[in-house]
């Protein structure tokens, strides 16, 4: 029988040349194995596995040498501190994405305004299920077109207890709504067909929430189409965009007012945001 601490080892040798952190990934497969919590597993060191659980974590195992990632193994992955489930018919919330919510608290300070968002593209839901968690007069509405993606988001509503605030729906962006709506954010798909990307990514997150045309810029063009009949007057937008595209994402939103950007933890462009005016 082998310990958690022998299997640790074993695990980081072939983890080292996949990730940079390899001790850390073998502790939350083997503590998803157990049951337990990241931290418990260091208080562990000695205990011994059974036959089944050490197949289990070398199964695992293997599932992660093959670039699968973490989160979409444990089917869980942690965003703005709250917990969310994650399979492999959602995108992987990734943390530059928290830029987003960091923007609508400054533009809304006020937490105790009654806010209608709209989140389109939800998939997980975390941009709404977060920007719910934080105003609790808040109500939302997520929109996407995977039924798939749209069943996780209602399940992750449920288990932070936000499901009475919010109401997910299946369909093409904002085709079945009507508005008007306070805050309007979106992690749409903006990569190119082209691009290259890790494989991490490209294998293992739904191809509808990545690429966008040849350019990635399809799904900014369906938006700028669809936002001024779904905001209100002086309503705030809210838009993840890829590095570098900035200016020619801003061109799309000519109607726009004061436009601005955001930049994630890494010094990239993340977030464009701007005001809708009552004209648009």
């Known amino acids: 029988m082998t310990s958690i601490q022998e299997i640790i080892r074993k695990a980081v040798k072939h983890l080292g040349a996949l990730t940079t952190n390899p001790q850390r990934e073998a502790r939350l497969l083997i503590a998803h194995v157990l049951k337990t919590s990241y931290e418990d597993i260091f208080f562990q060191n000695d205990r011994l596995l059974t036959n089944e659980e050490e197949n289990l974590f070398n199964a695992l195992l293997q599932r992660r040498l093959r670039h699968e990632p973490i989160s979409k193994i444990r089917e869980h992955r942690e965003f703005w501190g709250l917990h969310f489930r994650v399979t492999a018919n959602t995108l992987d919330p990734r943390p530059d994405s928290e830029t987003l919510i960091e923007a609508v608290l400054a533009a809304y300070p006020d937490k105790a305004q009654h806010l209608r968002i709209l989140d389109l593209g939800t998939g997980t839901g975390c941009l709404l299920l977060s920007l719910l968690h934080e105003y609790p007069n808040a109500w939302g509405i997520g929109v996407d077109r995977s039924e798939a993606a749209s069943s996780i988001a209602q399940e992750n509503a449920t288990q932070l207890s936000l499901k009475n605030r919010c109401s997910f729906i299946v369909g093409h962006w904002g085709d079945a709504l009507a508005g008007p709506f306070d805050v309007i954010i979106s992690n749409p798909p903006y990569i190119g067909y082209n691009e290259s990307l890790p494989p ?81």
Request: net charge negative; hydrophobic share 45%.
């Open 200 to 280: 991490e990514v490209v294998n293992y997150d739904p191809p509808m929430a990545l690429f966008a045309g040849e350019d990635g810029l399809r799904c900014y063009h369906v938006l700028a189409e669809q936002i001024p009949r779904l905001a209100a007057p002086d309503s705030k937008i809210f838009l993840e965009i890829g590095a570098g595209q900035f200016k020619v994402v801003s061109a799309i939103f000519s109607f726009a007012s004061a436009i601005q950007m955001a930049w994630d933890l890494q010094g990239k462009e993340r977030c464009l945001f701007f005001t809708c005016p009552p004209t648009c």
